[in-house]
């Protein structure tokens, strides 16, 4: 690096041990420059080094008139080096004959600024991050409530009908690619308003708990139960016949039917609506047919399991009388 001729350097810098000095042409290019200027343009060879005045600007520095020592500017000096980083310092310019005398230190000001300016972002920032994990936890929350709602009944902790419609749709693909045999029972308890009305909401909630411990210890790992709505329960059974069905949904009633849930003091029935899926069903026809069977049991005098057909005059009764 080129040295400075010591004889263009005024006196007063000799006592600055931390200093920049450069000089620049008249065209504003850097000429020279000590070793503390050296440590700003890093490992940059000053033949390679581009440095330019950016405030005050150069051509604002060549219309100032100098001083008798040949001061033309004292203050805060922007530099902006070859990788566009502006750098701030405090010092004067001298006008010279071989150009302008750039004689400078860090402005100490300029980086408390800059240091209170990063402290009080990081402050904004870590706050910004309670806040966003504030409002992450409250949204996994609110997408748990939501999946719960979706997914199980509060009451009883059964899958609700939504579960329901998705399984049948995913066992009906499964029926395309297999041909298994898939059933659906529709159960309702009868005489349910009766028991509502005898002995109030909360006991007919904790019966309807009840009544849905009995069916899901009654079934198989791979059939589903599910809260149909109010009363009503719904049993998919993969893998099942109607004939099958038609059994499960016996085994169900009699089994309602032999018990006394206190604080009732006659059995709870049910009525039993069962349809097997028929080729190239469709899931709502499937549970149309369902819920007609059971239409059917309820006006054949409850407590019985119907049968559906393909057409509603071929629906049957499995069981007339207890």
Request: glycine share 6%; charged share 25%; proline share 4%.
């Amino acid at each position: 690096m080129q040295a400075l001729p010591t004889h263009i350097l005024p006196p007063w810098l000799t006592p600055f041990h931390s200093i920049l000095v450069a000089l620049f042409s008249a065209a504003g290019e850097l000429q020279a420059c000590n070793k503390g200027f050296a440590v700003y343009l890093g490992d940059t060879p000053i033949t390679e080094a581009t440095v330019h005045i950016i405030e005050p600007a150069f051509a604002r520095l060549m219309q100032m008139p100098p001083g008798k020592d040949g001061l033309v500017y004292h203050g805060l000096i922007t530099l902006q080096g070859k990788d566009e980083i502006r750098r701030v310092f405090s010092g004067q310019v001298y006008r010279l004959s071989q150009g302008y005398l750039l004689a400078a230190e860090v402005d100490i000001s300029s980086f408390e600024q800059m240091s209170h300016d990063l402290d009080s972002m990081k402050m904004e920032m870590d706050e910004l991050k309670r806040q966003l994990a504030r409002r992450n936890h409250a949204l996994n929350k609110a997408m748990e409530e939501l999946k719960e709602q979706r997914g199980l009944d509060a009451l009883t902790g059964l899958p609700t009908r939504v579960q329901l419609d998705e399984r049948i749709e995913q066992e009906i693909s499964r029926w395309q690619r297999y041909h298994r045999p898939l059933s659906l029972l529709v159960l309702d308890l009868d005489n349910f308003a009766v028991v509502n009305g005898d002995y109030g909401r909360e006991t007919g909630d904790e019966i309807l708990i009840h009544v849905a411990t009995i069916i899901k210890q009654s079934l198989r790992t791979l059939d589903m139960t599910v809260r149909y709505g109010g009363q009503e329960f719904a049993i998919l059974l993969p893998e099942t016949n109607e004939m099958g069905a038609q059994i499960v949904a016996e085994r169900l009633r009699m089994e309602l039917e032999s018990q006394i849930i206190l604080p009732l003091v006659t059995p709870l029935t049910a009525s039993i609506g069962v349809a097997m899926l028929l080729p190239d069903e469709r899931r709502e026809s499937l549970c149309a047919r369902a819920e007609r069977a059971l239409r059917a049991a309820k006006d054949g005098g409850k407590n019985c399991v119907i049968i559906a057909g393909v057409l509603s005059e071929c629906d049957y009764l499995s069981r007339n009388e207890n």
